[in-house]
C-alpha cells in the first residue's frame, strides 16, 4: 500500500500573489485514515489535488517535494483517486455501470476485468441501481456514492476526498460515511478527507493534520488533541467538534422585515413545491433552513428573496 510524503512542500498560485501553502511536511503511512482540517481558504483541496496529480503546470509553480511511494504524484497517477466536493462534477456518462467503468476503461483495463470491478466498486459503496440506471435521476447521496464507486474501480491505494457530504442532507452524510467506513475496511486503502462536518468523521480518523498558512499547524491522533490545543486552533478559524456555537439573541422586539403566508415554493416550471410555510423573520435574526435533499430549501430561498415567484401563497 502507499505512503506519502511532504517535505517543506508549498504551491504558488501563478494568478495570486500569495502562496495557497508553504513549507508542509508530514509523511503519512498506508492504511491511516487522516482528517485534513485548517481554516477556509488554507489550500487543503490544493493539497488534495497535488496528490491527486492534477495540479498543472501553468497552474503555478511547487516548492519543496511531494512525493506518493517515493515518486512525484504526475509519475503516480492511478495510485491516488480523488473524489470531489460536488458529485454533479465527477458524473460523466448517462448509464451508471458506464459510468464507474469510465476510469478503468482509461487506465487500459481488460474489458471483462472491467465490469467485475464495477460490481465489486457499486457493492462497496452500496449502491444497488441496475447498470443501466440513468445517472441523471439519481439523488445527490447516490451521485456520491456514484463518484466514490468511479474512484474505487481502479483500485487506489490512496482514496482523497475534499469535502464529500458539503452537499448532502444529514441522512446522506451518514450513509456516505457508512459507505467510506465500509470502503476503508474492505480495502485497506489511505484514506486523506477534508470536510468541515467534523463531527461526522471524528470517530473514523485515526490522524488529524492542521493545516495553517506556514505549515501544519498540529498533527496527531483525535484523542491526543488537548482543550487548550484545541482552543487555539478554534481562534484561527479551524472548525473541531464539540465547539460551543453561540446562541443568537432573540429579537422579539425588533420589526418584521418579511412575512410568508401559507407559501409554497418551487421552481418554475416544475409541479414540485414546498409544503405551505408560514414565518415572520425580524430585523436582526438568523434564519436557518434545514431540510431533507429535495425537500425545496433552495427554493424557498430565493423565493423568500425575491429570485423566483411563489408558486402559492404570499
Avoid at 23 to 39: F, M, T, Y
Avoid at 99 to 127: K, Q, S
Avoid at 272 to 281: H, M
Wanted: hydrophobic share 45%; with cysteine.
Amino acid at each position: 500500500m502507499a505512503t506519502l510524503s511532504a517535505q517543506g512542500w508549498g504551491w504558488q498560485f501563478a494568478a495570486r500573489p500569495a502562496p495557497a501553502l508553504t513549507n508542509i511536511s508530514c509523511e503519512v503511512n498506508a492504511g491511516e485514515r487522516v482528517l485534513l482540517l485548517g481554516a477556509s481558504g488554507v489550500g487543503k483541496s490544493t493539497l488534495l489535488r497535488a496528490l491527486a496529480g492534477v495540479l498543472g503546470e501553468d497552474e503555478g509553480t511547487q516548492s519543496g517535494s511531494l512525493h506518493i511511494n517515493g515518486a512525484a504524484p504526475e509519475q503516480s497517477r492511478g495510485t491516488v483517486g480523488l473524489v470531489l466536493q460536488d458529485p454533479e462534477n465527477q458524473v460523466i456518462l448517462e448509464r451508471v455501470g458506464d459510468d464507474v467503468a469510465f476510469g478503468c476503461e482509461n487506465l487500459g483495463f481488460p474489458r471483462e476485468e472491467i465490469w467485475e470491478r464495477v460490481d465489486e466498486a457499486l457493492g462497496l459503496v452500496g449502491l444497488h441501481v441496475p447498470l443501466s440506471h440513468s445517472t441523471s435521476t439519481l439523488s445527490g447521496g447516490q451521485k456520491q456514492r456514484l463518484a466514490l464507486a468511479g474512484v474505487l474501480a481502479m483500485k487506489p491505494e490512496i482514496i482523497a476526498l475534499d469535502e464529500p457530504t458539503a452537499n448532502l442532507d444529514p441522512a446522506g452524510a451518514r450513509a456516505l460515511k457508512e459507505a467510506v467506513t465500509t470502503v476503508a475496511k474492505a480495502t485497506g486503502a489511505t484514506i486523506v478527507m477534508v470536510e468541515h462536518r467534523v463531527d461526522l468523521w471524528w470517530d473514523f480518523a485515526t490522524r488529524i493534520i492542521v493545516l495553517g498558512a506556514e505549515g501544519v499547524l498540529w498533527d496527531g491522533a483525535p484523542l491526543s488533541l488537548l482543550p487548550e490545543t484545541a482552543s487555539v486552533l478554534e481562534a484561527s478559524g479551524v472548525w473541531l467538534p464539540h465547539t460551543q456555537i453561540p446562541r443568537a439573541p432573540k429579537h422579539t422586539g425588533s420589526p418584521v422585515l418579511l412575512t410568508a403566508q401559507n407559501l409554497c415554493a418551487g421552481y418554475p416550471g416544475s409541479t414540485q413545491s414546498t409544503q405551505p410555510v408560514n414565518v415572520n423573520i425580524r430585523a436582526g435574526e438568523i434564519l436557518a433552513i434545514t431540510g431533507a435533499n429535495g425537500a425545496g430549501k433552495t427554493a424557498l430561498a430565493l423565493t423568500l428573496g425575491g429570485l423566483i415567484p411563489a408558486q402559492s401563497g404570499a
